[in-house]
């Protein structure tokens, strides 16, 4: 099936599922990749956005996506079913469940801290419904559980992630970590507060692109696809009728190129003066441009000096081989993915021969080999691990468990950045 008959079944299938499915059962049913299931969610939630007599959307939650009603026609909808929310959380809930949501993970004692009174029996009620999880626990004396708000959260709440919490009057994280621990609260003071990037390197077949994706849905948090970024100025240079591989004219354009990303319920929007290039670069054409276009030491700098400007301002996950080298040198938390070159090389068999290509193990681990050496041995930032990065061996590991490795570090990292146990 091409792009728009998948997009049309895959509304079928949130149509006749009505609850969230995951991104797997859906690549599965379709025998299309998960990123192809993220892209297709995309598109047909802008789809139903630029519809004006649709009273529907499509709402991302970790890795699963469901078919929702527009949070517009809330009210219509309640009359219809009852403001079932409304009936069944009282105000200490909503406190409650706003203190998580603000500043989780965090512990019982720490909501008590905020709230001045005991709430066990109000979390446990809200465990009950749903709407809080444990999300693992501190290695600390009586070892405190970390509560977490929970994907039926941001569900009935009309969210895609607890980054889209609309600003409160609340106490957040570090005012409770004030109270909980002052000598860490002293020492952060000392430490300029900056949004967090995440960078992600590695060689390919390590599974760090797919790795990227899960930890930005994970952390609520954007992924930043410097592929886009790349393709759109391919497909930029297409429609003026210029050669992709032409420094010169390439580098004409982009003086009167203006490149901006965005991103809404963490996925992005790569736009080229003033349009929103997604619809458009998906193509084999769009590819081969991005392709020839990537190689140009103008294009790279161009859009090198975007990343870090943007960096500037928002957290958001990243993958390549020299992100925490040379891109980002300066990242807060830095990952460097890899793994065997037989396990490299054939789970990049099975994504050739998934989209139908013939290839034998042999071959493709020659191609890997040959890449490696290519990256590695490069002039310009050549591909290696940053020394502060953490290394992870994913030969062994489920796509679950190296971002559950990841996850574990960060959250240790923000709770603890001048040292104490991780869980």
């Known amino acids: 099936m091409d792009w728009v008959q998948n997009m049309a079944a895959m509304e079928a299938l949130l149509f006749a599922a009505g609850d969230p499915l995951s991104c797997e059962r859906i690549a599965s049913i379709l025998d299309i990749s998960e990123d192809d299931v993220f892209l297709l969610a995309e598109q047909l939630k802008r789809r139903y956005a630029l519809d004006p007599a649709s009273g529907l959307t499509v709402r991302v939650l970790d890795d699963r996506v469901s078919l929702v009603t527009d949070p517009k026609y809330r009210e219509t909808v309640a009359t219809f079913f009852g403001d079932v929310r409304g009936q069944k959380l009282s105000e200490a809930a909503y406190e409650t469940l706003a203190v998580i949501a603000y500043n989780a993970p965090v512990t019982r004692a720490e909501i008590e801290t905020v709230r001045g009174v005991n709430s066990d029996s109000v979390v446990s009620r809200l465990i009950d419904r749903g709407l809080v999880q444990e999300a693992g626990t501190l290695d600390l004396p009586g070892r405190p559980a970390l509560l977490d708000v929970t994907s039926q959260f941001l569900l009935e709440f009309g969210l895609s992630s607890a980054n889209e919490l609309p600003p ?4 957040m994280y570090d005012s409770v970590q004030q109270l909980m621990h002052p000598d860490l609260a002293v020492a952060r003071d000392m430490v300029p507060v900056r949004p967090p990037v995440i960078a992600i390197d590695g060689p390919s077949g390590a599974g760090k692109s797919t790795a990227a994706k899960r930890l930005a849905r994970r952390l609520g948090i954007g992924f930043l696809d410097t592929g886009a970024m790349y393709r759109a100025l391919g497909y930029k240079a297409l429609q003026l009728g210029i050669s992709p591989s032409d420094e010169v004219a390439v580098e004409e354009m982009l003086k009167n190129t203006n490149m901006s990303i965005e991103f809404s319920s963490g996925l992005q929007k790569t736009i080229v003066d003033g349009e929103d290039t997604e619809p458009f670069i998906r193509t084999t054409e769009v590819a081969r441009a991005a392709s020839d276009i990537s190689a140009l030491p103008s294009v790279r700098s161009y859009c090198v000096r975007l990343q870090r400007e943007l960096g500037d301002k928002q ?106 146990a991780v869980r």
Do not use: C, W
């Not at 957290?315 to 040198?329: A, K």
């Not at 054939?346 to 034998?360: F, N």
């Not at 062994?396 to 959250?411: A, G, H, K, Y």
């Open 315 to 420: 957290p958001f996950v990243l993958d390549g081989r020299d992100i925490g080298t040379y891109v980002f040198p300066n990242a807060p938390y830095k990952f460097f993915l890899t793994a065997s070159t037989e396990v490299r090389a054939k789970r990049r068999l099975q994504d050739l021969q998934r989209l139908g290509k013939e290839a034998t193990l042999e071959s493709v681990m020659d191609e890997i080999q040959k890449r490696d050496a290519q990256d590695s041995g490069r002039a310009l930032a050549p591909a290696k691990r940053a020394s502060d990065a953490m290394l992870i061996d994913t030969s062994d590991m489920s796509e679950e468990e190296v971002v559950d490795i990841m996850v574990d570090v960060i959250r240790h990292k923000e709770r603890y950045p001048y040292g104490g």
């Open 168 to 171: 409160v009057d609340l106490m």
